[in-house]
């Protein structure tokens, strides 16, 4: 079976972007993994599939990481999902839905794509953590790293707060942080250098993916852990490898995620 496909991107997070809503894609955790590698494959943080989804919403948008797992929530994929569903459907905001539920969409100025994320969850429960804590300081040390902020953003999150991310060797140390025995889920380890109160710099180590050019959900809980730990305001910039995100924590509790969609190239794929 061949299937067409769209390689896109937000800020240098890469996906594989395929669309089931007319004919179901076959997909495995084999083929998942073989379309990832960047050698054999076509390569990717993320392996998107586009469905159709019940009353309510646009379309639902299965979320895959190079090692075959399924990820809860992807905002950079959210945006450029969202670009696509808009154009098509000749809508200024959309509704896309996801496993950790439904995340609204609206076209900006200049090409941005604003994304609610929804509600940060700070329960110990929701992030979730191994056992009862409090999530604003978690009593894990691994090297020169101590004392993360954990919340959820429809998947884990910890975001570690660091003096210097340019003398930080974060392959050292963002695996044995993503499986540590505090997340029974693993998680996505953010390292944060706050710059000012409205300029956070961040790089993400990605569950299931390792480093990426940038990382939407990890943008947005590193601005809360940051407002929560009084480091910043409730709107900030966040500066990735691969660029900025614009994130705003409402009063109400809602994150939201501002920034560019791009699509590379288009291609078919052998399933």
Not at 100 to 116: F, M, N, P, Q, Y
Not at 172 to 182: I, N, S
Request: proline share 7%; glycine share 10%; hydrophobic share 40%.
């Amino acid at each position: 079976m061949t299937t067409p496909f769209r390689k896109m991107h937000g800020l240098g997070n890469d996906f594989v972007v395929l669309d089931g809503r007319q004919t179901p894609v076959p997909l495995t955790t084999e083929s998942v993994v073989a379309i990832g590698d960047r050698r054999r494959g076509v390569g990717f943080d993320q392996l998107i599939v586009i469905e159709p989804a019940d009353d309510g919403a646009d379309a639902f948008m299965q979320i895959r990481n190079p090692d075959g797992s399924e990820a809860g929530a992807c905002g950079n994929a959210t945006r450029c999902v969202a670009s696509l569903l808009m154009e098509e459907l000749r809508k200024p905001s959309v509704t896309v839905r996801t496993i950790s539920g439904d995340l609204v969409a609206t076209a900006r100025d200049g090409g941005l794509v604003e994304v609610d994320m929804g509600e940060a969850r700070l329960g110990w429960r929701d992030v979730p953590l191994a056992r009862e804590a409090d999530t604003l300081r978690l009593p894990l040390t691994l090297g020169p790293v101590s004392d993360p902020a954990a919340c959820s953003m429809g998947n884990p999150h910890a975001t570690f707060f660091v003096p210097s991310l340019d003398a930080l060797d974060i392959p050292a140390v963002g695996p044995a942080l993503e499986h540590d025995a505090w997340f029974p889920e693993r998680a996505n380890i953010g390292f944060t250098e706050v710059l000012a109160p409205d300029h956070l710099r961040l790089v993400v180590w990605e569950r299931g993916a390792g480093l990426t050019l940038a990382c939407g959900s990890g943008a947005c809980a590193t601005l809360v852990n940051a407002h929560r730990r009084g480091l910043c305001n409730r709107t900030a910039t966040v500066s990735l490898p691969g660029g900025d995100l614009l994130i705003q924590w409402r009063e109400d509790g809602h994150v939201l995620m501002t920034g560019p969609v791009a699509t590379a190239f288009l291609g078919t794929l052998e399933l």
